[in-house]
């Protein structure tokens, strides 16, 4: 059974960096034909798609975060992790770990974790 | 860009359901639908336009090509009140609420 476990602080400070890690079990993020990021929603409101990585490490960004992400995959931990430099009020949200398995079909979510930006 | 309608609806225990999404350009079929209910992840329901998750009971389906795209419940029932989204690629609907009348 697939598992995704999002960690990181609660809390960032205004114009700092957002550091989340995702530790995936029961599935390995080298496996292809899979791809693992990340999804948010702000508290109240929709979903947005932030990004993703494939088997190899290659990132696909949300044209509108692209120049304040990096993801990342960490083989030898089986874990993916999302930086966001910069951040502001407006990246408060819950953040999901999640498997898409092709053509942005997302099957497996984590349970989420909340994010506020404030000082 | 993706837009539902409507935003929100009241509808009670039995009702057949149907949410529209509509997209900007023609997606061909890649449209998929998620259920979201209070403090949970969002579950895919819906993928390719008709094709039930494994596990998602029979009586959601959707149908559409092109633009324009539904999601039907059926014989509505006290789980299926949630938030729906609808997702092409990296975006979202803005989502449909089903509540209780």
């Known amino acids: 059974q697939l598992q995704l476990q999002e960690s990181g602080p609660g809390l960032v400070k205004p114009s700092e960096t957002l550091s989340l890690t995702c530790s995936v079990s029961g599935g390995s993020i080298v496996m292809s034909g899979y791809f693992w990021g990340w999804v948010r929603q702000p508290p109240g409101k929709g979903l947005e798609w932030i990004g993703t990585i494939d088997h190899s490490g290659a990132p696909y960004f949300n044209p509108s975060l692209k120049s304040r992400i990096t993801l990342s995959g960490d083989t030898s931990k089986n874990q993916i992790s999302l930086r966001m430099i910069s951040v502001t009020a407006a990246d408060t949200a819950v953040y999901y770990c999640v498997r898409d398995r092709g053509n942005h079909v997302i099957a497996w979510w984590g349970q989420g974790t909340l994010v506020t930006v404030s000082s | 860009q993706m837009t539902q309608s409507p935003s929100s609806l009241s509808a009670s225990l039995g009702d057949r359901v149907i949410i529209t999404c509509r997209a900007s350009?023609?997606?061909?079929?890649?449209l998929s639908w998620y259920q979201q209910k209070p403090g949970q992840a969002p579950k895919l329901l819906i993928y390719d336009t008709s094709t039930l998750e494994s596990g998602v009971p029979s009586r959601f389906s959707g149908r559409g090509s092109g633009t324009q795209f539904t999601l039907t419940i059926n014989n509505l029932q006290p789980e299926d009140f949630a938030t729906y989204y609808c997702?092409?690629?990296?975006?979202f609907g803005p989502g449909t609420k089903v509540d209780f009348k």
């Open positions: 350009e023609d997606i061909n079929y890649f």
């Open positions: 997702q092409y690629s990296g975006a």
